[in-house]
């Protein structure tokens, strides 16, 4: 009875991946993605809300694998699903300026995707200034 049932479980697993929509291993598409975010004036501990808009130019889906800020004051999010051809989305990030200094920052995201060169990076600019 457990063969059975381990069986019939694999078999709906295996049927429930069909689609044209499939990712594959090894599969490279293109984006475009907004490389500067401009967040201006702002002031020492306000958090810079940023949004860097991508679009799928390629052929496959676009899979982004991860998102890590150039540092502990940079947190960004990815978006979960892949991205289909012709398709965009949004990665975004949020920069806590507290520990900033008064001055011009420029802080990156690094972005991995199934892309060539596999690795691209945004950066969120803004004018720190006192309270």
């Known amino acids: 009875m457990k063969k059975l049932l381990f069986f019939l479980v694999i078999t709906l ?4 991946c069909g689609g044209s929509n499939e990712v594959e291993i090894g599969n490279k598409t ?3 993605v907004e490389s500067v975010y401009d967040a201006g004036i702002v002031m020492k501990g306000e958090v810079i809300d940023a949004e860097f808009k991508l679009k799928n ?3 496959y889906p676009l899979v982004i694998a991860e998102v890590q800020g150039s540092c502990s004051c940079t947190v960004a999010e990815k978006p979960n699903e892949p991205i289909q ?3 965009e989305g949004v ?3 949020k ?3 507290d520990k900033s200094p008064v001055s011009i920052i420029a802080k990156s995201v690094r972005i ?3 892309t060539e060169p596999s690795v691209t990076e945004v950066i969120i600019r803004a004018k720190v ?3």
């Open 91 to 93: 990665i975004r990030a």
């Open 85 to 87: 051809p012709g398709g």
């Open 95 to 97: 920069v806590n300026t």
């Open 112 to 114: 991995v995707a199934n």
């Open 57 to 59: 130019t390629g052929n």
């Open 13 to 16: 697993g295996i049927s429930a």
């Open 30 to 32: 293109t984006m475009i």
């Open 129 to 131: 200034k006192r309270k």
